[in-house]
Each structure stands twice: as structure tokens, then as C-alpha cells.
């Protein structure tokens, strides 16, 4: 038998082994001619060559060995849709939303000076300013002009941030639904609406498509894999699988950080962008107030800009919403309504002042923090269907794959409603 039909032999025949402890069939969808094909991959405990990609990375070397071995063996979908670069230290950025841009794109704005004031560090851009105000300096190149990716490849460290898809669906959500996301609820709310409303709605039609401000996280994910187990590539880039805006199988990064773990990992890009004593590590409760000033703003901000937001909210939901964002994020307790319902509207003026003290005075530890922020995003996923589950585990086979994510977290699953129900 020569090299080539072991080759095939062995893909084959990881495609229908089946392990003692059973298997999880995914469809992974990809094409190499922008058709949609369903290719399925089985993760099962004595299928080495699959299990190995799903360990949790004990450095980066394992995570560019893992992702080296997910390219090699499967034709993984997707592109570099995003690179800016800083050329004085050579470095590139393949950007992700939803995956720590704001941060990032701050850092990159610092770097060239593109701002629209006097800044002393990255965090004093706005994320109002980091998003929406015009690029003037800050470049971005063509990844597939080849005279750039040979510059990138061979002179330039080159990194991209990866995130837990689940984690990463929940932010989105609140993010663009709970907070106000004028683009989103024009755009997209309507779709979810109508696209859930034909699944579950009884012969229900969507009659209004203004101020759809109520979308339930179970309408999202319904939306989100519903499109996604059939054509990924068609989600929003807040929602796409990473590999579809930054393949690491074409942008071959010399680093790849994880959100779950850039407290430590972020130091090593900032020095490398000579950014490591003017963005020092900050602690948890400068972050949190950080947090606090920058979330309201750009709500403020957001709202102002979009008229049509003014008549769908009252300044008091405006505010309740900004603080139940918040208490998703782990920020504050859920006793904080109680303390301030009696204030609200509080004003733009003094909305952010009265927060960061009553964050201040809670006392909040950082564990505490962590715990609410996960019982709330398990408590949202627990009234998620199990066929949206699966659908959203066909979604992100590759990002599970390439980036070594656990495909069926216990948490998530566990306590999932069936259809039914």
C-alpha cells in the first residue's frame, strides 16, 4: 500500500471508530469551492488523534502543536478577514470580535496616535471612540496579497485572542441584547423574532419590527443554531466561529492567547508591542470600574445616537439595563436593584458615580465575582433545548478542535431541557 492510500486509509478510519465510552457525532461544515458540505468527526476517549486536540493547553507550544495537527489533517474553512499591524516592532493582530477587540484595538489606536485627544494609556479610548470614530492612522492590511503574508509570515510575530464558544455566545448576548445595540436591534432582532416565531410561535406572526427590546437568550441561541449547523459562514462576526475570520490554518500565528487566561497572557503581547510599563496589569477592582465608566458611557453614547431608542426606552430602563448587565458580569449582587430602584433615573451625571460606589462598598472579591458571572450564564443555558446544543456543538466543531475547547461541558449539558420541555 503506498504512502497515499495509507494516508486515506487512516483518515477513513478515524471517521467511523467507535470508543467504549460511546461517541458525539458533529457535522463540520466546509468547502473548498464555497459549497456547504457535512463532513462528521466522532470524539471519542481512545481516538487519539481527536482527544488530543480537546486537552487543555499546557502552554503554547501545545496549542500551535495542536493547531499544526487540526490543519494538517482536515481541510479547516475560513480566512484572515482582519489584520492590523504595528511595523516599529513588528507585530500583526488578526482581530475577533467578542474575543477582547475593544481592548486590543485600543492598544493598537495608542500605538498610532489615533485619537481624537490626549490619551495617557490604551483604557482612556473609549470604547464608543475605540469602535465607531473613523481609523485615520492605524493600519490594516490584505492578508492574501502575497507580498504582505510573505512579510507577515516570515518577519512579523503574529497573534490572535480564542475564546470558549458558550461563554463567548452568552457575552454576545449580553452585549447587543440586554445592553442597547442600535445595529443589532434593527438588524438582527427582527430575524430572530420571525425565525423563532416560525419554530415555536403557533401560527404567530411578528407584527411590529420597532423596539424589539425583550429577544430572550433562548431566541438568540435558537437564531444562532439554527444558521449555524447549517452555514456558519453566514453568522455576524460577533457569532462566527473564529477560524472563519482568522483561520489559523492561513495566518499561522506565532501566538495564540485565550481569554479565559489573558490576565497572565497579556503582558507577553504588550512587552512584545513595548507597551509593558505603560499598561501595567491593573487589579480586579480597577478593572470592574474601569468596566463600570466604559459600559454606561458607550450606552449613553449609543442611545444618543440612535433616535429611534430614545422613543423605545425610558432613561429608567435604560439604566436598569446597563445595571443587569452588569450583574450578569459578576459586578454587583442581585440585592443592587433593590438598592437603587428607588433612584432610578439617576441621570447620566450621576448614574456612573453612584455605581462605582456601591460596587466599591459591596466588598466583591474576585472568586465572587467569577461564581455569579458563571451561575448566571448557567442558569440562561439551562432553558436551552438540547437539539440547539448539539446544533451549537456542529457550529464550533473547529473551534473546539483547533483551539482545544471541550465540545459538551458537563455544566452546560447537564442540566439541559429536552425538547419537549
Not at 473613523?134 to 503574529?158: C, H, K, M, P, S
Not at 454576545?172 to 445595529?183: A, C, R, S
Not at 462598598?361 to 472568586?367: A, G, K, L
Amino acid at each position: 500500500m503506498n504512502v497515499h492510500c495509507r494516508r486515506n486509509f487512516w483518515r477513513h478510519l478515524l471517521l467511523v471508530v467507535v470508543g467504549a465510552m460511546g461517541w458525539i457525532c458533529l457535522a463540520v461544515v466546509f468547502s473548498s469551492n464555497a459549497r456547504v458540505e457535512n463532513m462528521e468527526i466522532k470524539f471519542t476517549n481512545d481516538s487519539a488523534r481527536v482527544q488530543d486536540y480537546l486537552i487543555s493547553p499546557s502552554g503554547m507550544d501545545a496549542r500551535l502543536e495542536r493547531i499544526h495537527n487540526v490543519c494538517k489533517e482536515w481541510s479547516v474553512p475560513g480566512k484572515v478577514s482582519i489584520i492590523t499591524v504595528y511595523p516599529p516592532r513588528h507585530t500583526a493582530y488578526c482581530i475577533n470580535h467578542k474575543v477582547a477587540s475593544t481592548y486590543w484595538l485600543q492598544v493598537f489606536r495608542y500605538l498610532y496616535n489615533d485619537t481624537t485627544r490626549d490619551v495617557h494609556r490604551p483604557s482612556d479610548i473609549s470604547k464608543f471612540e475605540t469602535h465607531l470614530s473613523q481609523f485615520r492612522y492605524v493600519e490594516f492590511l490584505n492578508f492574501y496579497n502575497l507580498t504582505i503574508q510573505r512579510d507577515l509570515t516570515r518577519n512579523y510575530f503574529r497573534f490572535m485572542i480564542t475564546r470558549e464558544p458558550y461563554k463567548r455566545l452568552w457575552s454576545v448576548y449580553i452585549d447587543k441584547f440586554v445592553l442597547v445595540d442600535g445595529w443589532f436591534w434593527d438588524l438582527f432582532a427582527p430575524e430572530i423574532r420571525t425565525r423563532y416565531l416560525a419554530t415555536f410561535g403557533n401560527g404567530e406572526t411578528l407584527e411590529n419590527t420597532k423596539c424589539l427590546k425583550d429577544i430572550s437568550f433562548k431566541e438568540f441561541i435558537h437564531y444562532v443554531s439554527e444558521i449555524g449547523s447549517k452555514s456558519p459562514e453566514n453568522l455576524n462576526d460577533h457569532m462566527i466561529p473564529v477560524h472563519y475570520t482568522c483561520n489559523p490554518c492561513h495566518y499561522k500565528p506565532t501566538f495564540v492567547g485565550n481569554l479565559e487566561t489573558m490576565t497572565d497572557e497579556k503582558p507577553i503581547i504588550l512587552d512584545r508591542l513595548g507597551l509593558s510599563r505603560i499598561d501595567s496589569a491593573t487589579n480586579f477592582t480597577d478593572h470592574v470600574l474601569n468596566e463600570i465608566t466604559t459600559i454606561a458611557d458607550f450606552e449613553f453614547d449609543s442611545v444618543l445616537a440612535h433616535k429611534y431608542q430614545r422613543r423605545c426606552l425610558t432613561d429608567a430602563e435604560l439604566e436598569t439595563r446597563i445595571i443587569r448587565a452588569f450583574v450578569f458580569n459578576g459586578y454587583f449582587r442581585e440585592d443592587v436593584f433593590t438598592e437603587v430602584e428607588q433612584l432610578l433615573p439617576l441621570g447620566r451625571d450621576r448614574f456612573v458615580p453612584v455605581l462605582m460606589e456601591i460596587f466599591t462598598n459591596s466588598n466583591i472579591t474576585p472568586s465572587e465575582s467569577s461564581s455569579l458571572r458563571k451561575r448566571f450564564m448557567l442558569e440562561a443555558y439551562s432553558h436551552i433545548p438540547l437539539s440547539m446544543l448539539k446544533n451549537l456543538k456542529i457550529t464550533y466543531t473547529f473551534d473546539f478542535l483547533l483551539f482545544g475547547y471541550n465540545p459538551e461541558p458537563p455544566d452546560i449539558f447537564a442540566h439541559t431541557k429536552t425538547d419537549s420541555t
